[in-house]
């Protein structure tokens, strides 16, 4: 038995056929034509129509799972986790799809349920009205058709419909369709503090430089696990630029509110990144490595594992030294008074003038680009790695920057493993080191000023 609009121009063909064989033949009996079997002739129109702002409930149970909403003082709540926010734009815009439909009616009257799928739905919408009216969208298998439709039934109608694909598609969609795609956005106004936690490792701490001394170009310090200025340049291309360019988005929606965070690698996450603002705190989780290049990722108080593109945190990877000023101690010459540097073989204090006055070095007038070229060598000097043992409290060297304001800071230079220097900058602790070799250099520019 034929079911689809085909049959139509089919029948209408044979028709035609059969009258031209009695034209030819000369017969003069009347033209029989037998009956169209039920459903051939496919009449296309509306199955069910509601008011979509009469609808107060909404179940779908598809190949995605099954997950409900509910309307409660004219927004949309989610049975199944009111814990979850759903866009209330797409909810609206999913249950006006929801609240017509229309198809081919391919049979009117008993029939079996299995042979159009119907006994193992494929789809299931349950509506239910502001008047308690509910309605029941049954959808069967694909239709063995070129033209994209299931079957489909309303209700407790004695009747199958073939319902176009399209709407199928639409509806047939998981619970996160309805929730904001967006995981993360970056907002880099009025941040305070950037944290960077990973597995077993000291976190890095990232604050914003408060003072007004004017000694760093940076405007960041890192507080742990070093105390040193951040590389602005570094900070900018690694974390705040790729953050910035682009909302980080949901790729899955994996499970709410799960029993074990250990399948995900977000009981002990590989990273957790911390933004402090002066009114919030946002906080990223990121897990295991899930598949096609996603990872397991969770955000602040949010009990939802995501998945998310493995490169948007990537930065995590860095370590902290990667992320600190090279530079020993920077300071703009101008805002100094002066500079004593102490070294194996003697005092050197460079008298730094105002406008127009007269440089020194231990009374002597020097020229200004003589000591400028100095001072560029000096900001110059680079630290060149991590100091990993114990070093002792006696330095051989040391600078101090005295400010215009009567602040100062100071530069220490200990002996550390033969060929360098462990530096220790305003007596905090000695974490980097520098080669000796570099700081002999300045000494002896300086000596020859």
């Not at 004017?214 to 690694?238: C, D, Q």
């Amino acid at each position: 038995m034929r079911k689809f609009k085909g049959a139509i121009i089919s029948i209408l063909l044979l028709a035609l056929l059969v009258g031209g064989y009695f034209i030819v033949n000369n017969i003069d009996a009347p033209v029989t034509q037998e009956p169209a079997e039920e459903g051939d002739t496919l009449p296309f129109g509306d199955v069910l129509t509601v008011q979509a702002e009469d609808i107060v409930y909404f179940e779908v149970t598809n190949s995605y799972g099954n997950y409900s909403f509910s309307k409660v003082n004219n927004s949309w709540i989610c049975n199944n986790d009111k814990n979850i926010v759903l866009v209330q734009e797409t909810v609206n815009s999913q249950l006006f799809s929801a609240s017509y439909y229309d198809g081919y009616t391919i049979h009117e009257g008993e029939y079996d349920p299995s042979d159009y799928g119907l006994d193992k739905p494929t789809m299931t919408i349950k509506l239910r009205l502001s008047d308690n009216t509910q309605h029941i969208c049954t959808y069967g298998s694909a239709a063995p058709v070129d033209d994209h439709l299931y079957y489909l039934s309303i209700d407790d109608k004695k009747a199958v419909y073939a319902g176009l694909g399209a709407k199928y598609d639409m509806l047939n969609v998981p619970l996160g369709a309805y929730r904001d795609p967006n995981f993360f956005t970056f907002d880099y106004t009025g941040i305070k503090k950037i944290t960077i936690a990973n597995r077993g490792e000291t976190p890095i701490v990232i604050e914003e430089d408060t003072s007004e001394n004017g000694s760093y170009i940076s405007s960041w310090n890192m507080t742990s696990p070093y105390k040193h200025t951040v590389n602005e340049f570094t900070l900018a291309n690694l974390i705040i630029e790729p953050l910035a360019e682009a909302p980080v988005n949901v790729i899955a929606y994996v499970e709410d509110s799960p029993s074990n965070l250990d399948v995900y690698g977000l009981a002990n996450p590989k990273h957790i990144i911390t933004f402090n603002y002066s009114d919030r705190t946002e906080t990223i989780k990121i897990g295991d490595e899930a598949e096609n290049s996603t990872v397991y990722a969770m955000k602040n108080n949010d009990r939802t594992v995501y998945t998310i593109k493995s490169g948007h945190f990537s930065f995590a990877k860095y370590s902290a030294f990667e992320l600190v000023d090279k530079s020993v101690y920077f300071a703009l010459i101008t805002e100094l008074s002066s500079l004593e540097i102490k070294g194996p073989k003697g005092t050197y204090n460079i008298t730094i003038p105002k406008d127009g006055g007269t440089y020194e070095v231990n009374g002597k007038k020097v020229s200004e680009k003589k000591v400028k070229a100095f001072y560029e060598e000096l900001a110059l000097l680079s630290i060149g790695g991590v100091v990993k043992e114990n070093v002792s409290t006696s330095p051989e060297t040391v600078l101090t920057y005295n400010y215009l304001d009567g602040s100062k800071g100071v530069a220490e230079f200990i002996p550390y493993k033969n060929r360098y220097y462990a530096i220790r900058i305003d007596g905090g602790k000695a974490d980097f080191y520098v080669k000796k070799a570099d700081v002999s250099d300045l000494l002896s520019i300086i000596a020859e000023l």
